[in-house]
């Protein structure tokens, strides 16, 4: 064990910085680690927004936001962490704004909102379409003025599990190399998502689901795995993404003949409807043969040069550079791609999981606020809210306990692994596993499932798991040995996707980001209203369930 | 499509450099950082550069193309390719090489954390537990510097930080003039005290070469210029270099021509000009120089007191006075000045035109489906 801490945040995006922060302020000592530096977390990518029922642009409260929330979640969110969400909102938001954010202004000089899908008010908080960025330097900057440690490029790989309490993290260190260990009376996962287990995806590389390898691989809960995202617009080929600001603002889409083919769908909300609505019209339209070359187009030259420039510069800019349009006179070629894991490591309000000790926040974690579909910008808004809340929670449970205690043994057995994966002579190149892997999730586990497509998923997963065990690292260096961990990351990847797959297969309705028009077209209250749990056993996965917890909203039809 | 390219490898641990070639095949859309990976996954795991947004975000992947600082996921590689040329990719300068194309960031960050680069809440706080109210005009001002994604670009193209490693450097010194641009920000003058000191502002040595790799449009160096401004008007002034740039504008108002031999003395005061005398024989020796100045007022004067007065009279002072970034992504280039919507649709080759099912091809006249203030009107209608 090189160091010991009341708390160590795995990962410094902004739910793991916001957590720090928050456990910092408690009184505790606190440390992050991340296999990036902070300031490169994908939480900066984020374009559009982030919402709180400011009531800035127009007349709004906590409760219309929370009603959005659970609806837009097909009613699979839990009621009572969505209420708790929607009310700390704007409180959070006026911090991040005192603290510097260089949030977008309205005329009188108040925080500007924009409308975003599937909201009954503009709530969407934003700073032009860089609002990640800019929520990634506030929270960089509040770590800077703590001077909270980071360990920066140590890639986390386990957790310690000892005495029933997780007791720190083994990591691998990547500029220096060697297996390192961080002690920490609790420890807080807010390590993202994992989109890269598509081809087509806003991802970064960086997003390969190593928090929820980590607790799944301790035995925890993974809860409604099958919930993944798509969103509506990311740029074809590369699948960047483009925010839903510029529907916001006004954008339309339309299909190969110019029709504004979202009247069919969503006859009220048209291009603004929620994220699933909107990513099943397109892709209906593309493979009914209405699309160009496998998208469609998002129209926003009746928007006009300045307002594109003013309010997405940034949108204009990514398709200028890897789509070659100019969207000021051109529409965009674009399509869903793998966005966001509704699902995560299971925790209550308090990001408290399963194991003593441990508590996750962000993309990682499943509260549930997004149920079985998030709504744009509500995102960047729970992992502050909920960084906050598990940081103090963390914070409070670690001033209470005084040990920290790491195992030789888990030391010891991590760094035989290690040597068994690093050590092999020959084998398959990981690129090769990968690319199958994102293939075929894209083409059997993406907007639309079938029975069949999912069957035959969990087959193509069960013999690339099988082909794992032979990947071959070719760097056999100890120094920024990135080799290594791309390899770990696949593994990573393969096990979280079968988790996804699993519990895909036996959720027969159609509920959020969940759509089987073919087999099960609806949804079923009736026998699907519940999370489903996913838990690694004995080299396997188990099934289970649990219930949604509700407050004052009875399931309804979901209309926009 | 094929894409050569030209590594130069760096091993930390015995120290040895090599430049190796690889030859791939790509997509045609491949960037950089694309054809890095290829390289990586299928011809040699064991090269090491750092990525992971790949839509130029997050700045991790700052490396040098011939010799020029990219980010390498911004870097299309289509057109380098047709021309058949094999560039060499080096790591960024300025920085020590941990491995090929990875640099230590620890002296980057460490200048970064030096300027205290958060915000000192300041005077204006609401006192109703509400957010600060400020125009967005107010906040234009910082808009390049917030753009910022620390890639290090800026980092390793600067001449004056080659000379000088503790320069503070572009893009520490455009996050200081983010927060003392800042409206929020109560720390004004303490900042720009320290930012004055020894390799700070005035160590600038304004070859531009900041704004012209910064991937972001950030232009530390317009930055650097700003500080400079800030630091004058509040009469934060003892630095040769603020003396040296005030004395300029003093020469051109009053004279209209810039006095050199009255240069030494106001920007390094009378002692340092007389140990100069002998340089100042010298450059007079050589023409550089005239030897006897000779007391005149230019023909014209009245222009360049005329043009103080203008900017006197737009209250422009300060970093005020930087105009030409307020919205640094526009620089993209857009020549629609002048089209209505009317000529962007009829454009040769567009796109068809948006119409909503149900009614005539080509309408636009539904009421508008965005919730908000401005509706989505036509362009060019009333």
Redesign the interface.
């Known amino acids: 064990m090189i160091a010991k801490h009341d708390v160590l945040v795995v990962g410094a995006g902004c739910a793991g910085m916001r957590a720090a922060i928050e456990a910092f302020d408690a009184g505790a000592d606190v440390a992050m680690i991340s296999k ?2 902070p ?4 939480s ?2 984020a374009e559009g927004g982030i919402n709180a029922a400011l009531g800035n ?2 007349e709004d409260n906590a409760e219309i936001h929370a009603y959005d929330t659970v609806k837009g979640s097909d009613y699979l969110g839990d009621q009572d962490a969505i209420e708790v969400f929607a009310e700390e909102a704007p409180g959070d ?2 911090q991040l ?4 954010a ?11 909102q ?2 975003f899908g599937a909201a009954g ?2 709530r969407t908080v934003y ?1 032009a379409d ?1 609002t ?3 929520l990634i ?1 506030v929270l960089w ?2 770590v ?2 703590r001077d909270i440690p980071v360990y920066e490029e140590f890639f986390a790989w386990q957790l310690v599990d000892h005495e029933d309490r997780c007791q720190g993290v083994i990591c691998w260190d990547l ?1 220096h190399g060697g297996l390192k260990t961080v002690g920490g009376k609790t420890v807080v996962l807010a390590t993202g998502g994992a989109g890269r287990q598509y081809r087509v995806t806003t991802n ?3 997003c390969t689901g190593d928090g929820m390898a980590m607790a799944l691989h301790a035995g925890l809960p993974l809860k409604d795995m099958e919930f993944m995202q798509f969103h509506p617009t990311t740029l074809y ?2 699948g ?2 483009l925010t839903e600001g510029c529907r ?3 954008a ?1 889409l ?1 299909n ?6 979202m ?2 769908y969503a006859p ?5 409807a929620s994220r699933d609505v909107v990513s099943r019209s397109e892709q209906t339209e593309i493979d009914e043969g209405r699309g160009i070359e496998g998208s469609v ?1 998002l ?1 926003m ?5 300045e307002r594109i ?2 309010r997405l ?2 949108s ?3 398709s ?3 789509a070659g349009v ?1 969207p ?4 965009v070629p674009v399509r869903p791609g793998a966005h966001y894991h509704m699902g995560g490591i299971e925790t209550d309000n308090d990001g408290a999981t399963e194991m003593t000790g441990l508590y996750a926040a962000g993309e990682c974690a499943c509260v549930s606020i997004h149920g079985a579909n998030r709504l744009g910008g509500n995102s960047l808004m729970e992992t502050i809210t909920f960084g906050r809340r598990a940081g103090r929670s963390a914070a409070e449970w670690a001033l209470s306990h005084t040990t920290v205690e790491v195992p030789e043994s888990a030391e010891r057995d991590a760094e035989a692994r290690l040597r068994e994966l690093l050590d092999r002579e020959d084998g398959e ?3 090769k596993i990968r690319e199958e892997l994102g293939t075929s999730m894209l083409e059997n586990f993406a907007v639309f499932r079938t029975e069949e497509g999912m069957t035959k998923q969990i087959e193509i997963i069960e013999g690339l798991r099988e082909r794992y065990p032979t990947v071959y ?11 290594l961990t791309q390899a770990i990351e696949l593994g990573n990847m393969l096990d979280t996707a079968l988790c996804m797959v699993t519990a895909g297969v036996v959720r027969k309705e159609s509920r959020g980001a969940h759509a089987r028009p073919h087999d099960y077209p609806t949804r079923d209250d009736e026998n699907f209203l519940h999370h489903s749990i996913t838990r690694w056993k004995d080299g396997g996965i188990e099934l289970s369930k649990s219930e949604v917890r509700f407050t004052k909203w009875e399931p309804q039809e979901r209309k926009y | 499509m094929k894409v050569g390219l030209k590594v130069w490898r760096y ?3 015995s120290g040895e450099r090599a430049l190796r070639e690889y030859e791939i095949d790509a997509p045609e ?1 491949a960037t950089l950082l694309d054809c890095l990976d290829i390289v ?3 011809h ?3 090269l ?13 992947c700052g490396m040098r193309m011939d010799g020029a600082a990219v980010l390498a996921c ?1 870097t ?1 590689m289509y057109d380098i390719a047709q021309e058949g040329r094999v560039p060499v990719i080096s790591a960024m300068g300025n920085l020590p090489i ?3 194309l ?1 640099v230590d ?1 620890d002296p980057f ?1 460490s200048k ?2 030096a300027m205290w ?3 000192e ?1 300041g005077y204006e ?1 609401p006192d109703d ?8 005009e107010r ?1 234009n001002v ?1 808009h390049k510097e ?2 910022c ?2 890639c290090g670009c800026c980092v390793s193209e600067c001449n004056a930080m080659e000379s000088d490693p503790e320069f503070l450097g572009p893009q520490a010194l455009a996050k200081g003039m983010r ?1 003392v641009g ?1 409206p ?2 109560s720390a004004t003058v303490e900042r720009l005290e320290r930012y004055n000191q020894e390799h700070g502002i005035w160590d600038c040595t304004r070859c531009y070469f900041c704004n012209e790799r910064c991937p972001k449009g950030v232009d530390p160096r317009d930055a650097i210029a700003k500080l400079g401004a800030e630091s004058i008007r509040l009469g934060i002034d003892r630095d040769m270099g603020a003396k040296h740039a005030k004395w300029f504008v003093r020469s051109a108002e009053t004279t209209g021509w810039l006095r050199e031999e009255e240069l030494i003395p106001k920007t390094q005061g009378y002692v340092s000009a007389i140990k100069q005398l002998k340089f100042g024989a010298s450059l007079a020796r050589h023409g550089k120089v005239r030897p006897v100045p000779i007391p005149h007022t230019a023909r014209d004067v009245g222009e360049a007191r005329n043009l103080r007065k203008v900017v006197r009279g737009q209250d422009r002072q300060g970093a005020l006075g930087h105009v030409q970034g307020e ?1 640094a ?2 620089r ?1 280039a ?1 020549g ?2 002048g089209e209505s ?1 009317e000529e ?2 009829a ?1 040769p080759g ?9 009614e005539g ?1 080509g309408s ?1 006249t539904q009421a ?6 401005e509706p ?1 009107r ?2 060019g209608e009333a």
């Not at chain 1, 704004?97 to 510097?100: H, I």
Request: charge should be positive.
């Open positions: 990036l530096h300031t490169r977390s994908h900066g990518a642009a127009a938001i006026i704004e005192n603290w510097g260089f949030f977008s202004r309205r005329e009188d000089g108040k925080l500007a924009r409308p008010s503009p700073a860089i990640g960025h800019v330097q900057e509040q800077c003025k500029l970064a590389y960086a080929p590369t960047i993404l916001g603002e006004g339309y339309i190969k003949d110019g029709e504004r083919f009247k069919h009220n909300a048209l291009e603004l187009l129209d030259r009746h928007l006009g040069a420039i003013e510069p940034g204009r800019e990514l200028m550079t890897y100019d000021i006179y051109d529409p190149r990981p690129w690292v070719e760097d056999k260096g100890e120094v920024f040995n990135s080799d | 091993d930390s641990v859309e990586k996954d299928r040699d795991g064991s090491a550069y750092r990525k992971s947004c790949r839509m130029m975000i997050c700045g991790s911004k299309r941990v491995k090929d990875v960031m960050w970064f954390k680069p958060w915000l809440p706080r537990g509400r957010e600060y109210r400020i125009s967005q906040m910082v917030a753009l994604i620390n927060f800042d929020r920000d919205r992504l526009a993209l857009h629609n000045a919507l962007i649709y454009r567009a796109a068809p035109r948006p119409f909503l099912p149900g091809q636009l508008d489906v965005t919730p908000g203030k989505t036509k362009r």
